[in-house]
């Protein structure tokens, strides 16, 4: 999508530091992501709830803030899209269900709140598909309006990739940080599991729901991590534990040359060709990546993903079911009356080998800095009647290990195609650290 050289097409770190030095203010910022918004979203279709004066009020706000005081948080006037499953007190929640049509929550998530606190403009609420699952809300894919974006979160991708806001917030299960993502060619980052507070946001999974983040670039994506990333007593699996400081040690040189594995996952022949063609050439380019098969253990990965999830939708959905399944569209009503059938005993194995999975990848990065693999079986596909594969998502997900896109290859197409890189539970930095050695090292080249 072409872009020009406004405000709303600077970086979340630019633009934070020019309105710290008085070069920008935010209500220009923000008037810049407005405007942009009003010449794009009536074809991709990103945002659910927008207020345009609520927007500038709080512009305002940040720059009556700044003038008053010296102490700013490293978000300060920058807008930010929060995805319509996070609670906002001041804008509707709606999860993106007609059942939920109108909620006005009446207390911010935990991620809104440090949001806040970090000086940030809420900009506004990003489309999710229904309830956070698989069926589509209207968003389009800004590289081609006929193809996906992706989801559950498509209008947080849609707009951080359109150059309507410069960073936005989203959520994954399975692959709904990383697959709309990379689709829609920005960076998406699903941090390890528990590292981010999920008080007052949809619950699907306890064990698998995870809040991640998307930016135009790296050092977006790490500061809007580094903000979110905190402990809440109110999130069972948050612990308190010292702060990984993300953009801090990806800014550090390795202390030595990071190796790099290339794993194709049991899932490699669900990869359309120009992919696997692709992510070859890629390999190649790199000369001395290693290339290796996960253990036989995890050919059942999917599967127990498939039992935890499902058995979670229908007792985090059960109300929904009961009272309005005829509003639910068909994925989800199946999904949900699949779970109920599931039993306890092969539940609570799957659970159990979660470790399992854990502990096999966390080998793997004792020698390698980060695992490489596809992020998507191919571009966006053509139609919007589905969301895309999460295939090559499912695994880093059950395992709760950080996994991050970036938009460094193309399609036969010209869609963009991501490409994951990922590693062991609590090595969040040094992933960052090694793909942006990774990334220099494919400019220098």
């Known amino acids: 999508m ?13 633009a934070a530091r020019r309105i710290r030095d008085g070069e ?63 609670d906002t007190a001041d804008m509707p929640t709606e999860n993106g269900t007609v059942l939920h049509r109108g909620r006005m929550p009446a207390e911010d998530a935990a991620v809104v709140e440090r949001l806040r606190a970090a000086g940030a403009v809420i900009l506004g609420k990003t489309v999710s598909t229904e309830l956070a699952v698989y069926s589509p809300g209207k968003t389009k894919n800004p590289h081609d309006p006929t193809r996906t974006p992706g989801g559950s979160s498509s209008g947080s991708a849609a707009a951080v990739s ?17 697959r709309p993502a990379a689709f829609c060619g920005v960076y998406g980052f699903k941090p390890s599991h528990g590292l981010v507070s999920r008080h007052r946001v949809l619950k699907q999974s306890r064990p698998l729901d995870t809040i991640g983040c998307m930016g135009r670039t790296l050092e977006d994506t790490a500061l809007l991590a580094d903000v979110m990333i905190g402990y809440d007593s109110r999130d069972p699996d948050s612990a308190p534990r010292a702060h990984p400081q993300i953009s801090r040690i990806m800014a550090e040189e390795p202390p030595v040359k990071p190796k790099l594995v290339f794993i194709r996952t049991p899932v490699w022949d669900q990869a359309e060709e120009s992919t696997k063609d692709a ?32 058995a979670d939708l229908a007792a985090s959905f059960a109300k929904e079911y009961r009272d309005g399944k005829d509003k639910l569209s068909d994925v989800l009503r199946e999904m949900i009356e699949r779970g109920q059938q599931v039993l306890a005993v092969d539940y609570n ?7 399992d999975y854990r502990a096999e990848i966390e080998e793997i990065s004792h020698e390698f800095d980060a695992i490489l693999t596809p992020a998507v079986t191919g571009e966006a596909p053509v139609g919007l009647d589905a969301t895309g594969s999460p295939a090559f998502c499912t695994i880093w997900t059950l395992a709760g290990v950080p996994a991050l ?34 990334l220099g090292t494919l400019e220098e080249e």
Not at 292 to 306: K, S, T, Y
Request: aromatic share 4%.
């Open 24 to 86: 920008l203010t935010s209500q220009e910022l923000v008037q810049s992501c407005l405007d942009r918004i009003e010449a794009v979203e009536g074809t991709i279709g990103a945002w659910t709830h927008l207020d345009r004066e609520y927007a500038l009020t709080q512009a305002k706000a940040a720059q009556d803030q700044r003038q008053a005081s010296e102490s700013l948080g490293p978000l300060h006037g920058v807008p930010v899209g929060v995805k319509d499953i996070l």
């Open 2 to 14: 072409s872009q020009d050289t406004t405000p709303a097409t600077l970086t979340a770190c630019e």
């Open 349 to 355: 194995a799957a659970l159990a080998r979660i470790a």
């Open 405 to 438: 896109t970036m938009p460094i290859l193309q399609g036969p197409n010209g869609m963009p195609l991501g490409v994951q890189m990922v590693s062991a539970k609590g090595d969040d930095g040094r992933l960052f650290r090694t793909a942006r050695w990774l």
């Open 162 to 178: 359109s150059f309507m806001v410069p960073v936005a917030v989203g959520t994954q299960t399975n692959g709904s940080v990383i």
């Open 279 to 310: 992510l070859r050439e890629l390999c190649e380019h790199l000369d001395d990546i290693h290339i290796m098969e996960l253990p036989p253990i995890f050919g059942g990965a999917l599967e127990d993903h498939r039992r935890i999830m499902e």
